[in-house]
Every structure is written in structure tokens, then in C-alpha cells.
T-cell receptor
Framework: RKEVEQDPGPFNVPEGATVAFNCTYSNSASQSFFWYRQDCRKEPKLLMSVYSSGNEDGRFTAQLNRASQYISLLIRDSKLSDSATYLCVVIEEYGNKLVFGAGTILRVKS | NAGVTQTPKFRILKIGQSMTLQCAQDMNHNYMYWYRQDPGMGLKLIYYSVGAGITDKGEVPNGYNVSRSTTEDFPLRLELAAPSQTSVYFC??????????????FGPGTRLTVT
């Protein structure tokens, strides 16, 4: 089983739609969680951290479910500019190594 | 701040050739990392360093070497290039957010083709 698994997609949605991605992780000792965004042929950039209490940043909401070992990302009112690959990232227990999922492709169409 | 810089941006190597991918950061971060990303795949950790003079293997270290003589620089060396090393290589550095987890900053990547 992969350490971090994501549905690769692609998710094709119209502008204004709400879309959600899930990610599961296998190491129950994982301590920190993130969503990164990666545009085509570019480096990954941090989108948001994921906290146990859930957190929101504008149109983006991230949730963590430790009991089921999954992380989610919800994007509301999708924009064309949201088209990208979204990477789920987990930090293992010692805090200095990130483990990346393979990414979920989102395509927002007008 | 320039952030994390990588050179070269692109390179084509013949099988058996050697090269060094350069990475530098000007944020005084202790942690630095090398990842590779194959098409349609996530990033895999090659090597990482928690400070000058200290390096450790990641998930896929075979065929690579690193050194960390200064806080700023973390070069990645390929000694005998093989087609399986065709990939995009990302260097990253990180800091620990106050009271929170680590945040990583990535360089723009080096696209390497081995033929």
C-alpha cells in the first residue's frame, strides 16, 4: 500500500462548481498534513496546512480525519485558475521528511 | 530573497556521463531536500540534509550523491547517468513555522533527460 494515496482524476468541472478531493495516508504516526498545488511543469507550492479542527482559506477548506486517516480539500466556486494538480503531503513522525501523494488533476472549464 | 535557485534548468546527458545539479537557498534554512518527479507521479525524496555537514538518504538514493558543506548549497551528483534517471529534479528547503509544522519552499526544477 502506498504511504499517501490520492485519486488521480482528472476531475473536470465547470466554473462555479464545488469539488472535493480526498487523500488517505497509511502511517498513523504522521503528524502534519498539507495540500500543495502544482501547475504544469512548475514546482509545487504550498496551498494550505491541514489541522485537526479543519481550516478554511477563502474558497478552500481542508479537513483532517485522524481516525480514518484521510485528508480532504474542498474548493467552492471553482475558477479557471484553479486548474492544476493538487498534491496531498504528509510529514512523518520526525518532522523533517515530507511524503507526497501522486496528485489529483483538476480541470475547470468555462 | 531569491528563495531556492536551481541550475541548470534543462540538461541532456548521454548514458554513463556525470553531472552535478546545483541548488542554493538564501533563507538560512537548515533543512534541504532533493526530490525527483517522474511523469504523472508524486515527488520521491532522494536525499535530505538537516544542516551543514549532515546528509541522509531518502526513498530513492541509488545512483546519486550529495554534499552539504555550507548552509546555502546542496548539490546533487549523478555519477553514471542511466535512462531511469530521466526525470524532473526539485530542490527544496524548509523552516519550522512558529508552534507549527514545517513549510517547504521549492526551486523551479531541473529537467534531465538521459539518452
Amino acid at each position: 500500500r502506498k504511504e499517501v494515496e490520492q485519486d488521480p482524476g482528472p476531475f473536470n468541472v465547470p466554473e462555479g462548481a464545488t469539488v472535493a478531493f480526498n487523500c488517505t495516508y497509511s502511517n498513523s504516526a504522521s503528524q502534519s498534513f498539507f495540500w500543495y498545488r502544482q501547475d504544469c511543469r512548475k514546482e509545487p507550492k504550498l496551498l494550505m496546512s491541514v489541522y485537526s479542527s479543519g481550516n478554511e482559506d477563502g474558497r478552500f477548506t481542508a479537513q483532517l480525519n485522524r481516525a480514518s486517516q484521510y485528508i480532504s480539500l474542498l474548493i467552492r466556486d471553482s475558477k479557471l485558475s484553479d486548474s492544476a494538480t493538487y498534491l496531498c503531503v504528509v510529514i512523518e513522525e520526525y518532522g523533517n521528511k515530507l511524503v507526497f501523494g501522486a496528485g489529483t488533476i483538476l480541470r475547470v472549464k468555462s | 530573497n531569491a528563495g531556492v535557485t536551481q541550475t541548470p534548468k534543462f540538461r541532456i546527458l548521454k548514458i554513463g556521463q556525470s553531472m552535478t545539479l546545483q541548488c542554493a537557498q538564501d533563507m538560512n534554512h537548515n533543512y534541504m531536500y532533493w526530490y525527483r518527479q517522474d511523469p504523472g507521479m508524486g515527488l520521491k525524496l532522494i536525499y535530505y540534509s538537516v544542516g551543514a555537514g549532515i546528509t541522509d538518504k531518502g526513498e530513492v538514493p541509488n545512483g546519486y550523491n550529495v554534499s552539504r558543506s555550507t548552509t546555502e548549497d546542496f548539490p546533487l551528483r549523478l555519477e553514471l547517468a542511466a535512462p531511469s534517471q530521466t526525470s524532473v529534479y526539485f530542490c527544496a528547503s524548509s523552516r519550522k513555522l512558529a508552534g507549527g509544522p514545517y513549510e517547504q519552499y521549492f526551486g523551479p526544477g531541473t529537467r534531465l533527460t538521459v539518452t
